[in-house]
């Protein structure tokens, strides 16, 4: 795992750490049990960032419709549950959506950035994503509504002539 450390000072120093209860998983029990964990930790909110695992929980709610804060209160009491929803997501690792640069505006304000409780808006710039699935989970992941926002597709050159 390697983490920053909080400075603005350049060069920036960068922290390595080894997580010794996921090394020792790696090594005992193999790399399927390895990514299971990792799904749980981003799945519950432990770990954070923009990783295929991140987008791999996002994928699973917003393809099954399954309410986060419904799963956690389920996957306390049912390990089968959660077992299995952790294989969905598992599923999704290594999942790439069609390529479709997009971004989202709420209430015609373009999004520059998504947090949980409130949404950052800018007139200049937008937060564009790769593929429309990749800005609803962006969505689901922080808590809000898909539906409330507007998926904008990207006129690109490359895009129009591909179309025509």
């Known amino acids: 795992m390697v983490r920053m ?4 000072i350049r060069p920036l120093d960068f922290r390595y750490d080894e997580v010794v209860s996921l090394t020792e998983t790696l090594r005992t029990k193999g790399r399927p049990t390895l990514e ?4 749980s930790l ?3 909110g432990l770990w954070q960032g923009r990783t295929r695992y991140d987008r791999a929980v996002g994928y699973t709610l917003l393809t099954d419709g399954i309410d986060k804060y419904e799963a956690w209160e389920r996957c306390r009491g049912d390990k089968e549950y959660e077992r299995g929803l952790l294989l969905r997501m598992r599923g999704f690792l290594h999942y790439r959506p069609v ?3 997009c971004h989202l505006e709420y209430q015609r304000s373009p999004v520059r950035r998504i947090y949980v409780g409130y949404i950052s808006f800018s007139r200049q710039r937008r937060r564009i994503f790769p593929s429309v699935l990749d800005a609803q989970a962006a969505l689901v992941a922080k808590g809000w509504n898909p539906g409330e926002f507007q998926t904008v597709e990207e006129d690109t050159k490359n895009l129009k002539s591909q179309k025509q």
């Open 5 to 8: 450390a909080a400075n603005n």
């Open 36 to 39: 299971l964990e990792l799904l």
């Open 42 to 44: 981003f799945f519950k």
């Open 99 to 101: 390529p479709c640069r």
